[in-house]
């Protein structure tokens, strides 16, 4: 089965849209799909925000980091124990590589 990934490029939006987008974008995502972000600075606010909301459901990949651009991916996963009837019960969990 292939990876779902959805591309989602920041930088020529405003600021104030950009987290925003984001979270709608992973709001629609299922378990397994994944959102390759490409950004114009560090996104560890971003990160933080993650970790803060969406504990145990993601893991967080760099591709790139900077100078220029920060290229990464946000999966959205499940524990197999946070599983039930096909349902994703829990948060999520971070990687870095």
């Given at each position: 089965m292939?990876?779902?990934i959805e591309?989602?490029?920041?930088?020529?939006l405003p600021p104030v849209e950009r987290h925003k987008q984001i979270f709608e974008r992973w709001e629609k995502l299922t378990p397994g799909d994944t959102l390759k972000i490409i950004n114009d600075h560090e996104p560890k606010p971003l990160y933080y925000q993650f970790e803060a909301e969406e504990k145990?459901?993601?893991e967080w990949e760099y591709e790139e980091q900077g100078p220029v651009d920060w290229v990464f991916k946000i999966k959205r996963i499940y524990k197999s124990s946070q599983k039930l009837n096909g349902?994703?019960?829990s948060r999520h969990a971070i990687v870095h590589s």
């Open positions: 292939a990876e779902n591309v989602l490029d920041l930088r020529p145990g459901r993601f349902e994703c019960k």
